[in-house]
C-alpha cells in the first residue's frame, strides 16, 4: 500500500475526508493504525451519521426514479452549461438507470466513457449513504470534527465518539462546508509547525511545476 510505504518512517498521519469521504478517511485511518501507525483524522461537514442523515433527509419523499432524473440533469448543466429541458422528455422514454446514462451520453460531444463512469460513481455512492450501517472504528488517533450546519441539527450523531474529539461548527451548509474560510484556519491549529514552516518556505510555482513528476513516481511505486 503507497500511503504505508510513504508513511512508515514518520509514523504518523494527517487524513481529510469531506462529506461521503469522511467515511473513506476513517476507514484509512483504522487501516493504518492496524499498521502501528496513529495520526490526525479530520472529518470536514460532520460525522458519518450526519452525512447519512442529511442525504436520507434530502431524499426521503423522492422516488428512485426521481433521483435518478435529477442526478441525470444536473450532470447535464453541470457539464454542457445547457438547460436540462433538451433531455427532459427523452428521460421518462428510459426506464432503467443504465438507459438514461445512455440518454445524457449521446447528448454529449465527448468524454463519454469518463461521463459513464462518473455518472454511475455518483448514484451508486448515493445508494450506498441511503443504505449505510456506521459501525465507528475504535481510533487512537486524533479526530477534528468540522461540522457544517445541517438539515436535521437536532439529532445527535456524536454519541459514538470518543470525548477527547474535538468539535468546531461552522456556518456553512454542508454541500459548500469546503468552501468556508474558517477551514484552513481550524486545520492549521493541529498541523504540526514543520510542516507550516515548510509551507510557507515553499516555492508554490515549483510544486506546479513538479506535479507531474510526483503523479508519474506514484504511478511507477504503485505497479
Same mark, same amino acid.
Given at each position: 500500500?503507497?500511503?504505508i510505504?510513504k508513511?512508515?518512517?514518520?509514523?504518523?498521519?494527517?487524513l481529510?475526508?469531506?462529506?461521503?469521504?469522511?467515511?473513506?478517511?476513517?476507514?484509512?485511518?483504522?487501516?493504518?493504525?492496524?499498521k502501528g501507525?496513529?495520526?490526525?483524522?479530520?472529518?470536514?461537514?460532520?460525522?458519518?451519521?450526519?452525512?447519512?442523515?442529511?442525504?436520507?433527509?434530502?431524499?426521503?419523499?423522492?422516488?428512485?426514479?426521481?433521483?435518478?432524473?435529477?442526478?441525470?440533469?444536473?450532470?447535464?448543466?453541470?457539464?454542457?452549461?445547457?438547460?436540462?429541458t433538451?433531455?427532459?422528455?427523452?428521460?421518462g422514454?428510459?426506464?432503467?438507470?443504465?438507459?438514461?446514462?445512455?440518454?445524457?451520453?449521446?447528448?454529449?460531444?465527448?468524454?463519454i466513457?469518463?461521463?459513464q463512469?462518473?455518472?454511475?460513481?455518483?448514484?451508486?455512492?448515493?445508494?450506498?449513504?441511503?443504505?449505510?450501517?456506521?459501525?465507528?472504528?475504535k481510533?487512537?488517533?486524533?479526530?477534528?470534527l %468540522? #461540522? =457544517?450546519?445541517l438539515?436535521?441539527? !437536532?439529532? $445527535?450523531?456524536?454519541? *459514538?465518539?470518543?470525548?477527547?474529539?474535538?468539535?468546531?461548527? %461552522? #456556518? =456553512?451548509?454542508?454541500?459548500?462546508? !469546503?468552501? $468556508?474560510?474558517?477551514? *484552513?484556519?481550524i486545520?492549521?491549529?493541529?498541523?504540526?509547525?514543520?510542516?507550516?514552516?515548510?509551507y510557507?518556505?515553499?516555492?508554490?510555482?515549483?510544486?506546479?511545476?513538479?506535479?507531474?513528476?510526483?503523479?508519474?513516481?506514484?504511478?511507477?511505486?504503485?505497479?
Amino acid at each position: 500500500m503507497i500511503i504505508i510505504q510513504k508513511l512508515t518512517p514518520k509514523r504518523s498521519f494527517y487524513l481529510l475526508g469531506y462529506e461521503f469521504g469522511v467515511l473513506v478517511a476513517l476507514e484509512i485511518a483504522s487501516i493504518l493504525e492496524n499498521k502501528g501507525l496513529t495520526g490526525t483524522v479530520f472529518m470536514l461537514g460532520g460525522t458519518p451519521l450526519d452525512i447519512c442523515n442529511s442525504f436520507n433527509h434530502r431524499f426521503k419523499n423522492i422516488s428512485a426514479e426521481d433521483q435518478q432524473n435529477a442526478l441525470i440533469k444536473h450532470m447535464y448543466t453541470l457539464i454542457t452549461s445547457k438547460n436540462y429541458t433538451e433531455i427532459e422528455n427523452e428521460l421518462g422514454a428510459n426506464k432503467s438507470w443504465n438507459d438514461k446514462v445512455e440518454c445524457l451520453v449521446r447528448k454529449l460531444p465527448s468524454n463519454i466513457q469518463y461521463t459513464q463512469i462518473l455518472l454511475q460513481g455518483v448514484y451508486a455512492k448515493i445508494k450506498m449513504l441511503q443504505k449505510y450501517d456506521f459501525k465507528q472504528h475504535k481510533l487512537h488517533s486524533q479526530l477534528v470534527l %468540522i #461540522r =457544517a450546519k445541517l438539515p436535521i441539527p !437536532d439529532v $445527535d450523531t456524536l454519541e *459514538s465518539f470518543p470525548k477527547e474529539m474535538k468539535v468546531h461548527n %461552522i #456556518r =456553512a451548509v454542508l454541500a459548500h462546508a !469546503d468552501k $468556508d474560510l474558517a477551514c *484552513s484556519n481550524i486545520v492549521n491549529k493541529y498541523l504540526d509547525k514543520n510542516i507550516i514552516e515548510a509551507y510557507e518556505n515553499s516555492n508554490q510555482c515549483d510544486t506546479v511545476l513538479k506535479s507531474d513528476e510526483f503523479v508519474k513516481n506514484m504511478v511507477s511505486e504503485s505497479e
